[in-house]
């Protein structure tokens, strides 16, 4: 193999892993959001300051209460602009693309091991109500008059 090969065989094997559409053989949430969701809301959901604003935000899901599935399932399906407040930190600007690329199942899973195993909350949103906001994504004035308790 040349290096000319050799680079775009490398490309190609970083483009595949880096891909939103890459499966984990265990089909965890947990994997499927470390594939997808870390590289800007880090590693844990902890975030990254200035372009991410955390998701282990018990106090924010928590005050969402039975609207919390809701709200993740619509800025999974629509995505998210705007600016967001989250633990006294303003993300100015941040655009979120839809993850509605990732199917009904990936998104489900997501958003468990976001609500329970992130945040102990009591359940994530079920298929119907992921399918829902995929079928008709929320706006995103909608989904942050929704975070802000409106």
């Not at 984990?24 to 590693?43: I, L, N, P, Q």
Request: proline share 6%.
């Amino acid at each position: 193999m040349n290096r000319r090969n050799g680079w775009a065989a490398a490309t190609a094997a970083l483009l595949l892993t880096a891909s939103p559409s890459v499966s984990h053989a265990d089909g965890t949430g947990e994997a499927k959001f470390a594939s997808v969701c870390a590289a800007c809301h880090g590693d844990k959901g902890v975030g990254t300051e200035g372009l991410a604003p955390p998701l282990v935000d018990t106090a924010l899901w928590q005050a969402l209460g039975d609207k919390a599935p809701r709200y993740i399932a619509g800025v999974m399906a629509g995505g998210m602009s705007g600016k967001i407040t989250a633990n006294g930190v303003d993300y100015v600007g941040l655009v979120m693309p839809t993850q509605a690329e990732l199917g009904a199942d990936d998104l489900v899973a997501i958003a468990a091991y976001v609500l329970k195993d992130l945040n102990g909350l009591p359940a994530g949103p079920d298929k119907t109500e992921v399918e829902a906001a995929l079928a008709a994504p929320p706006s995103h004035k909608e989904l942050r008059a929704l975070r802000k308790g409106e």
